[in-house]
């Protein structure tokens, strides 16, 4: 397949999403030159909750890890133009707000109860809310042009109690309701801030028609950016979706693809030719695109988590190689280095041979694709498959204690050897995360990973060793569990 023509001209911005896994500053630092290095142009940055809210925001802030401070916020912004790019935070708005509806104490400003995501679009303490985290975070960042303020999947909105009374007025719809808090939110930062470039997802617009849209009130308020993160990226139904927008007005426009994060809930090591393939999608786009349509320019997303309570995503040390092919296959149509070789180096966009690079976190990167694989290997996962487990050591045995102690002794020291080498890759894994991560990112990381995976195991040896005492003369059965 010959190259595709390269991305047009226009900013590409890589997305650190800090609401889980939030890197060392210093580590921080260090991502920030090699961004630069691979000819990124700004970093898109969500805060969440590490974002160092003062006054009555100050609840928001993360109690799993220290929030970045004011100085330390400071200094990626200073490190960031040290290097020659823009940095633009990102504030939720209205959707993905659990970070914020999680606390009791602002339960009430939930559209519905048992959805923390969505912010009830009717009251006003909800709308101060977000207008107080918006003046923090823009204050704090003097330097930014551009602001992102989210408002992607809102779910559940017009299903609670004031959103049906206000619906039950003939005329009005969920999307009328989703632009009348949007527009009222972006509006207020305009009047605040005039001369600040307002960014949002494109998603809740995608089923509004052209009168909706044209009418939405973000005409010339708002540059939208259309996320797909898939391989198989649908490349006419894109290209309909910014004609549609562009032909409504809204023409400032962005694409958002993904170096991470949207492969699976619980991916620990990225697949590199994956998000290459996405991003070969968004060249199918751009060549497509008639003339008069626009592109701000791409930001790719690397999701840490996919909303703020659900597990880890991959760590960004697994992830760079991927960044880097993915920008290269934006800079030269394709991509001519070996996804195959995920953690050893990271292609430079601006090489044409495939000549590489070493990164930051490489070591973090080996270690976790080799305790991955261990983790991932046959004799481990389907280890109560086994002939000895399903013949001779089933709950039925376990229950009526009759089990075979020639069988409980040979499955306790598989068990004992698989539970050892995990341990010990462990133990690396985590003295070199913490390295780049605070301690609490890598406990998580270990008990959302290693621990799921081992359990079974761990209760094999621990009815092994409980059946060993019961059917062995207690001078044999304490050498036996000893080991």
């Avoid at 974002?51 to 200073?78: A, C, D, M, N, W």
């Avoid at 070996?338 to 070591?363: A, E, H, I, Q, Y």
């Avoid at 995990?422 to 894994?429: D, I, L, P, W």
Wanted: proline content about 5%.
């Amino acid at each position: 397949m010959d190259a595709l023509p390269a991305w047009p001209k226009g900013k590409k911005l890589v997305h650190l999403d800090l609401k889980g896994a939030p890197p060392r500053i210093d580590y921080l630092h260090k991502l920030i030159g090699l961004f630069s290095g691979l000819g990124v142009d700004g970093i898109l940055v969500e805060y969440e909750d590490m974002f160092p809210y003062e006054g009555e925001l100050k609840v928001l802030q993360s109690t799993q890890h220290s929030p970045y401070s004011r100085e330390e916020v400071l200094s990626i912004q200073e490190v960031a133009k040290s290097q020659g790019l823009e940095v633009i935070p990102l504030v939720q708005t209205f959707g993905h707000m659990e970070f914020v509806l999680k606390h009791k104490s602002l339960w009430g400003l939930r559209e519905v109860g048992h959805c923390l995501g969505t912010l009830n679009p009717h009251r006003e303490e909800g709308v101060r809310l977000v207008e107080e985290m918006l003046r923090q975070v823009v204050e704090l960042h003097p330097g930014s042009t551009s602001l992102h303020i989210g408002a992607d999947e809102v779910y559940l909105l017009g299903e609670g109690e004031e959103s049906r009374r206000w619906l039950s007025t003939p005329g009005r719809t969920v999307q009328q309701l989703f632009l009348s808090h949007v527009t009222r939110v972006a509006k207020g930062v305009r009047e605040a801030w005039p001369n600040l470039n307002m960014i949002m997802w494109d998603d809740m617009l995608r089923g509004m028609d052209h009168d909706t849209l044209k009418g939405s009130g973000l005409v010339g308020l708002v540059q939208l950016m259309l996320w797909d993160y898939n391989p198989t990226l649908d490349v006419k139904n894109t290209v309909y979706l910014l004609e549609r927008y562009s032909g409504a007005g809204l023409s400032e426009l962005w694409a958002a693809s993904a170096f991470k994060g949207s492969t699976n809930v619980h991916t620990c090591v990225t697949s590199t030719q994956r998000h290459v393939d996405n991003h070969l999608q968004w060249l199918q786009v751009a060549a497509a695109l008639p003339e008069g349509i626009h592109m701000l320019g791409i930001a790719l997303t690397g999701w840490q988590r996919y909303d703020h309570l659900s597990v880890l995503c991959e760590l960004l040390p697994l992830a760079l190689p991927s960044l880097a092919s993915s920008l290269q296959t934006l800079t030269h149509g394709d991509c001519v280095f070996n996804p195959k070789s995920v953690c050893l180096s990271v292609p430079c966009p601006s090489s044409t041979t495939g000549d590489s690079v070493l990164f930051p976190g490489r070591r973090l990167a080996e270690l976790v694709v080799e305790l991955t694989a261990i983790l991932q290997s046959e004799e481990l996962r389907h280890f109560e498959d086994n002939m000895f487990v399903r013949g001779w050591f089933t709950p039925y045995h376990r229950q009526r204690k009759i089990v075979s102690p020639l069988i409980a002794h040979q499955l306790q020291s598989q068990a004992m050897t698989l539970l050892a080498l995990v341990e010990q890759r462990v133990a690396m894994v985590k003295k070199e995360m913490v390295r780049l991560y605070p301690a609490s990112t890598a406990q998580e990381w270990v008990e959302q990973h290693v621990s799921p995976v081992v359990a079974p195991l761990q209760r094999v040896l621990e009815d092994t060793r409980a059946s060993l005492l019961e059917m062995v003369p207690q001078n044999v059965s304490a050498s036996m569990v000893g080991q």
